[in-house]
């Protein structure tokens, strides 16, 4: 019986390197107390890093259905998508208008948070998070849409909203979750259940 080789171990790190790492990761955990206008089903405000993750996960169910998709890259795009609210937070999409230039402002936030960085990392970011804002891949596509699916999916879960938030979801995110077949057949069946909880939301404020 034949032992297997020793692996060398890895070589140390540049010092510089790892205290850039670990300062961009210090500096992202900000995205935790970035809050959401939807809540949780307990009624708590939801935070972006949540919704990240929840977006993450959701992706990875899916994956068997994505079988020409680069999976890592999606997961990436959905990882650093809203990375640039840790620094401005978020705005509703009700109250978003052209004027605000969110993807600019974003953006900025976000190389502004990726200063820490080595060049190398700081460079693939930048380029997934303009890869995300395009929407012109496949994988982008897919981020967006998403993304839209698992902020209404969380709004259905929300205690307090009312008949007429979700008849807004009905409308939201459109473009984006019918830009690919498989976010459009979710969608329709998301946008059934936005219905069936407006009827018994309507129900119950008639009787």
């Not at 019986?1 to 060398?8: A, L, V």
């Not at 830009?179 to 059934?192: E, K, M, N």
């Amino acid at each position: 019986m034949t032992s297997e080789p020793k692996k060398s171990p890895a070589p140390a790190m540049d010092a510089t390197r790892l205290a850039g790492l670990l300062a961009f990761l210090q500096e992202a955990e900000r995205l935790k107390d970035t809050l959401r206008s939807g809540t949780t089903r307990q009624n708590r405000p939801e935070s972006t890093a949540e919704h990240s993750w929840r977006l993450c996960l959701m992706v990875l169910l899916f994956e068997r259905e994505l079988a020409d998709i680069d999976m890592l890259r999606l997961l990436k795009l959905c990882v650093i998508h809203d990375l640039g609210e840790a620094i401005s937070g978020d705005v509703p999409a009700p109250f978003q208008t052209p004027d605000d230039d969110r993807e600019a402002v974003e953006r900025r936030d976000f190389v502004d948070l990726c200063r820490p960085l080595p060049d190398d990392l700081k460079a693939e970011l930048l380029g997934l998070f303009d890869e995300y804002s395009a929407a012109e891949t496949a994988e982008a596509k897919l981020a967006k849409g998403f993304d839209k699916l698992e902020t209404i999916l969380q709004h259905h879960l929300m205690p307090s909203a009312d008949a007429e938030f979700h008849t807004f979801n009905l409308g939201y995110g459109l473009e984006r979750t019918n830009a690919l077949p498989l976010t459009g057949q979710i969608r329709d069946v998301v946008d059934q259940q936005t219905r069936q909880i407006i009827n018994r939301l309507t129900q119950v404020k008639a009787d």
